[in-house]
């Protein structure tokens, strides 16, 4: 079974920038598509980012052009550069691993804190 254990969190002022790394403890391309969500105090998880195994990659609308998913075949991980940080971007954020009609994998939540 596949792990998957989110890092690079933390608190960061407003226009700052944070990496989040996502390392599976098997072969990323295990997974039809990898994605981050958040999930903010009282909300719901959202929507933020994926990559399909082909590469192909989207973001939500609400970080575009700030937030980039990638990813380093070799160490099975998948990262999320966030850029222009902003308040609103608090939340914790979970790495997903997608299979088509089985359950999703989630890692554990890294938290990323935003100050004005």
């Known amino acids: 079974q596949v792990q998957l254990v989110e890092s690079g969190g933390g608190l960061v002022q407003a226009g700052g920038s944070l990496r989040l790394s996502c390392a599976a403890s098997?072969?990323?391309?295990?997974?039809?598509?990898m994605r981050w969500y958040r999930q903010a105090p009282g909300k719901q998880r959202d929507f933020v980012a994926t990559?399909?195994?082909?590469?192909?990659?989207n973001v939500a609308d609400s970080v575009k052009g700030r937030f980039t998913i990638s990813r380093d075949n070799a160490k099975n991980t998948v990262y999320l550069q966030m850029n222009n940080l902003k308040p609103e971007d608090t939340a914790v954020y979970y790495c997903?691993?997608?299979?088509?009609?089985?359950?999703?994998?989630w890692g554990q939540g890294t938290q990323v804190t935003v100050s004005s």
């Open positions: 997903n691993g997608w299979r088509i009609g089985l359950a999703d994998y």
């Open positions: 098997g072969s990323i391309f295990s997974f039809n598509a």
């Open positions: 990559m399909h195994s082909s590469g192909s990659t």
